[in-house]
């Protein structure tokens, strides 16, 4: 060991990822496994690592509920809850990124991570070193020194006060040692440290600076007066017990030496790997791992051969080779398709590639080029076709004969698939790599164009590798059962999508505006209104000016103060509402605002000047149910739960002249496909017979008549029918009910004794799923489940909840999606005008001219309730109006 002095960083793990988890709001993947809390881990270590710069490192975490302290005292921790699933299944993802990061980490039956880290600590300080301790529990401070710094965090896991001995004096008048006295009298809620009845912080902190430890009180029991003096003595053995389970055992038994700790960072490429998993994007951004992403594969890469068309033979060639020409690749730049630039385009035959910057395809010399993009007889294979004729349509280019698409097969054949770029798919495959697009181009702001033979080169290489995954992908398809699903609905959606987004919904600029006018009138009266109970003018958007005036001037009960404020979420706002009107006002306010910049200025920039409309964009291949996603702007995250949202989608309107707004909305869709898939006769009586499903649930859970139901009954039925439906935990439910996780729990078990086929249905998909590694639902759409034979529970049990929901929510997804292309069928059939414009969740709309009104009224619901046959029936709500609201 050298004579500089090191540093080693000791992370408590479980304490990090506990308040990360209930700090962050939550977070999936697309797979729907929960990462808020790894986020909000990983953003802390980010930031300690950059500020502290250690040379050794450990994340240290609790092996087991049962230490060595229960053998005195068995209550320890015991009024902790059960920790929640989606905490849970997040460890084993926490500890795999840990270990992209190179840091070691420990854990060890009997003992937690405090007396590990405090173990470690003292090694430190003995060989000389620093140590500093990162923690959300206070009993760490017992461990500073003049070698140990305790970083607690505070205001989730964002924030972190440092505490030294004299910081530790300063705050509480103590020493370090003290800490563990301070626990004695005081007890420990959260660790179940049950102290000395009716003594608190203060009390404590006074008996302290007068006796200086436990031990000392008790031997100056006789001169504390009063009810304190008799707690203290009739409390002396719970005060010595709590003093002991609060002391951290610093010799826990590690066979480790110093080095074991030493970390000289991580390595860039397997880091990348790690946060791309989890899909933390914007991490990678951060820390500019992309190029790092490539994994070397520049390198790798053998050169794909390949006809630069530059002169008039090239032109020549490629002209003569269109008649076999069979794949098609558009490179362009920008995330918004509509908006795109495009850079180059690949041309390929079975035998050669021609490639040619996007200029010389708007040239007069690409005319035949473009009569076979446009021929629908010319069969084109690609990636991202979609994508391309949106592009090209930029252009006035028509892209049509779209026959296999690399990306959308691969989608299929795994939807949870981290990295569904060609790089990806390559390594997934096995097959020799290129590549990344932000190797060759950078990301973001960083994105520069390579030279032109660095970008046909990559462009070729993108040819290449489509080439060599087009026969294996849709081999696959027809393996697994899902070539139907493939060529009869996936691929023909891509260019309804496609349409519908080249036709766009005309917006009125002058109704969002005169919107826009009308909630900045109630955000202004809001204003007013906040000030004036206020009693002073402040800024309602400054946490920290919002918290003074909420907990210091109006005196409303808050947590503690800390060095950066008070909380005022919405959590801690609606459980305020009940003690002052201020506050629904301020909770309106936020609404409001938030109306107003994200919907009304956010949409106003939407709208292109040339046609007065929004052109959305569907993304097929995004979420892992199979449902669509909006992008540019996202038309589905409209918040029509309020009056004030819902009035934005008045400035929805026809293109044409008189025409009319008609929207179809499928009633309960995922509750009627759970009937099906169940089997369960209440559920397929309820519907059948036309009832309220969540009367009939709440009949069947409380055992009263339809009469009895309450709003409340009703508004629980509703909760854990959906709360089913989407694999909702004792604790998710608890949460939206705002009951306990017991009385959650104990609704669930009733719902599914009022329900045995429910029941059943779960116990049989968790056991075939088990069987088989994946689930699918009623058309054959697949979902690979490779943790439902973990050893893991927690791995386990969300495999399992995944099982349970994904066939009922990706059947509700493809049902809609073919009713979208049977309707896109009939209108052509038919030879109407009436256009189909957007797909929102369960809802079709579309503008049509009013002498086909009628038709489209009995049409639409027609083809919606025959989408996919089922044992109880599909109903869509048809509703017509001038704009999208009216329709609704």
Do not use: C
């Amino acid at each position: 060991m050298g004579t500089d002095r090191q540093k080693v960083l000791l992370i408590d793990g479980n304490s990090i990822v506990n308040r990360a988890f209930y700090a962050l709001p939550p977070l999936t993947n697309s797979s729907g496994v929960h990462t808020n809390a790894v986020f909000g881990f990983t953003t802390m270590l980010l930031k300690v690592i950059e500020e502290e710069k250690p040379t050794h490192f450990l994340v240290a975490f609790d092996a087991g509920k049962v230490t060595f302290r229960h053998e005195g005292y068995a209550e320890y921790k015991g009024g902790r809850q059960k920790t929640p699933p989606e905490l849970s299944e997040q460890f084993p993802l926490l500890k795999e990124l840990i270990g992209a990061f190179s840091i070691q980490q420990f854990e060890l039956p009997g003992y937690e991570a405090d007396d590990i880290i405090g173990t470690l600590a003292r090694m430190a300080e003995e060989q000389g070193q620093e140590a500093v301790i990162v923690s959300g529990d206070k009993d760490m401070l017992q461990l500073a020194s003049d070698g140990v710094t305790v970083l607690l965090t505070r205001k989730g896991v964002s924030e972190v006060e440092r505490y030294t001995p004299e910081e530790i004096a300063n705050r509480y008048g103590l020493t370090p040692a003290q800490i563990v006295d301070l626990k004695g009298l005081m007890g420990d809620s959260s660790d179940n440290i049950p102290g000395i009845p009716g003594v608190g912080e203060k009390t404590a902190l006074k008996l302290l600076a007068d006796y200086g430890t436990v031990e000392n009180v008790l031997d100056h029991q006789g001169e504390i007066k009063g009810k304190l003096g008799e707690n203290v003595r009739n409390n002396a053995d719970s005060a010595r017990m709590s003093k002991k389970l609060a002391t951290i055992f610093r010799e826990v038994p590690m066979d480790w030496t110093w080095d074991k700790l030493a970390w000289s960072g991580y390595d860039p490429s397997q880091l990348e790997a790690g946060l791309r998993k989890l899909e933390f994007r914007s991490l990678i951004e951060r820390l500019d791992l992309y190029a790092a992403g490539a994994g070397g594969a520049a390198e790798e890469t053998e050169a794909v051969e390949y006809v630069a068309v530059l002169e008039d033979k090239d032109w020549e060639a490629l002209n003569r080779d269109l008649r076999k020409a069979d794949l098609f690749i558009v490179e362009s730049h920008g995330d918004n398709p509509h908006q795109s630039e495009g850079i180059a385009i690949a041309v390929a035959t079975p035998e050669q590639i021609y490639l040619l910057t996007y200029e010389q395809l708007l040239s007069q010399e690409a005319s035949e080029l473009k009569e076979w993009l446009a021929d629908a007889s010319k069969g084109k294979t690609g990636y991202d076709l979609h994508r391309a004729e949106l592009v090209l349509a930029r252009s006035g280019i028509e892209l049509r004969g779209q026959e296999f698409d690399v990306q959308l097969a691969a989608y299929l054949l795994d939807p949870t698939e981290a990295d569904p770029s060609l790089t990806g798919l390559l390594q997934r495959h096995g097959q020799r790599a290129i590549p990344s697009d932000e190797a060759i181009y950078g990301k973001g702001v960083k994105f520069k164009l390579p030279a032109r033979d660095v970008l046909f080169s990559h462009l070729a290489a993108k040819a290449d590798a489509v080439r060599r995954l087009a026969g294996p992908l849709a081999k696959e398809l027809d393996e697994t059962g899902m070539k139907t699903l493939y060529y009869e609905l996936e691929q023909p959606l891509a260019g309804i999508l496609a349409g519908m987004e080249k036709q766009g919904i005309r917006t009125k600029a002058e109704a969002l505006e005169e919107l826009g006018k009308e909630f900045q009138t109630g955000i202004d009266r809001m204003m007013t209104n906040i000030h004036r109970l206020a009693g002073m003018e402040f800024n309602i958007g400054s946490t920290r000016q919002l918290g003074e005036v909420l907990f210091d001037k109006l005196g409303l009960p808050s947590g503690r103060k800390t060095k950066t404020g008070y909380s005022t979420d919405a959590e801690v706002l609606e459980r305020l509402a009940p003690y002052h009107e201020i506050v629904q006002l301020i909770l309106n306010y936020r609404t409001l605002t938030k109306l107003q910049s994200t919907y009304i200025e956010g949409l106003l920039k939407e709208i292109r000047p040339e046609d007065g409309k929004i052109h959305t964009y569907f993304r097929q291949t995004i979420a892992a149910t199979g449902r669509l996603s909006s992008q540019f702007p996202n038309l589905q995250n409209i918040p029509i739960r309020l009056e004030e949202g819902r009035q934005i989608r008045k400035a929805f309107v026809p293109s044409e002249e008189g025409w009319l707004i008609l929207a179809a909305d499928y009633s309960q869709i995922e509750l009627r496909v759970l009937a099906h898939i169940s089997g369960d006769e209440g559920l397929k009586e309820a519907f059948r017979n036309e009832m309220d499903i969540h009367t009939k649930t709440a009949m069947d859970v409380f055992g009263v008549t339809a009469e009895q139901v309450d709003s409340n009954m009703r508004r629980q039925a509703k909760a854990v029918n959906f709360g089913i439906v989407y694999g909702i935990s004792d604790y998710g439910l608890s949460q939206n009910l705002n009951i306990t996780r017991k009385e959650a729990g104990d609704f669930i078990e009733q719902y599914l004794s009022a329900f045995p086929g429910v029941r059943k249905y779960m116990d049989d998909i968790k056991e075939q799923a088990r069987i088989d590694g994946y689930v699918t639902t009623l058309i054959g759409r697949r979902r690979y489940l490779p943790d439902i034979k973990a050893s893991n529970f927690n791995i386990r049990s969300f495999a399992e909840r995944t099982a349970m929901n994904t066939p009922i929510q990706g059947t509700a997804a493809d049902i809609i999606k073919f009713a979208m292309v049977r309707m896109d069928e009939a209108l052509k059939a038919r030879g109407l005008r009436s256009r189909m414009l957007l797909q929102v969740h369960d809802e079709l709309v579309f503008e049509v001219p009013p002498d086909e009104l009628d038709t489209m009224k009995e049409l639409v619901p027609a083809i919606m309730a025959e989408a996919v046959p089922l044992d109880v029936p599909l109903k869509a709500e048809v509703n017509v109006g001038l704009n999208w609201y009216e329709a609704k």
